[in-house]
């Protein structure tokens, strides 16, 4: 079993509709949750980090974190075609250590 | 703020040729990394830094040497470059462990 994983996609949206992004991670322990953005040929921006369970919104995104079931998921709502690149999930397993696990990311294709 | 900036954005190189590869931040972060990144493949550390003079080894460690003189700069050494090396190289760093990190540009780095 992969530490983090992803479904590669491509997931195809409308221009408006809600893009739904999922992830899940292995360790049990993990503590803080990122995602990042990543276009064709760039570097990975960071869009939203989480550490507790729930919901954090900011803007049109929202992380949504559930621990015991070990997934953590990016909601994008009012998709624009300027959301099309690949979207990374990064875990941090154990609290204060430098390592990172790194998903191989979606693909988010929003079609106008 | 530049925040994280690497030269160079493209290199050839030849096999057994080596090069250093820049990375620099103005953020005042602890914390500085290292990743290459192959398509189709996660982030991989190489290595990383926790401070200036402190550095250590992450997955994919052979073949690379860093150093950590100052705060702001984390050089990655390529020595007697293979055509495994080719792939695309991320500096990141990040104020603590655990938290977000910021990626710089990248490097493209073709061995032949």
């Not at chain 2, 055509?83 to 603590?96: D, G, I, L, N, R």
Request: charged share 15%; with cysteine.
């Amino acid at each position: 079993q992969k530490e983090v994983e992803q479904n590669s996609g491509p997931l195809s949206v409308p221009e408006g509709a809600i893009a739904s992004l999922n992830c899940t991670y292995s360790d049990r322990g993990s503590q803080s949750f990122f995602w990042y953005r990543q276009y064709s040929g760039k570097s990975p921006e960071l869009i939203m980090f989480i550490y507790s369970n729930g919901d954090k919104e900011d803007g049109r995104f929202t992380a949504q974190l559930n621990k015991a079931s070990q997934y953590v998921s990016l909601l994008i709502r009012d998709s624009q075609p300027s959301d099309s690149a690949t979207y990374l999930c990064a875990v941090n397993p154990l609290s204060g250590t430098y390592k990172y696990i790194f998903g191989t990311g979606t693909r988010l294709k929003v079609l106008a | 703020n530049a925040g994280v900036t690497q030269t160079p954005k493209f290199r050839i190189l030849k096999i057994g040729q080596s090069m250093t590869l820049q990375c620099a931040q103005d953020m005042n972060h602890n914390y500085m990394y290292w990743y290459r990144q192959d398509p189709g493949m996660g982030l991989k550390l190489i290595y990383y830094s926790v401070g200036a003079g402190i550095t250590d080894k992450g997955e994919v460690p052979n073949g690379y040497n860093v150093s950590r003189s100052t705060t702001e700069d984390f050089p990655l050494r390529l020595e007697l470059a293979a055509p495994s090396q080719t792939s695309v190289y991320f500096c990141a760093s990040s104020y603590s462990a655990g938290n977000e990190q910021y990626f710089g540009p990248g490097t493209r780095l073709t061995v032949t």
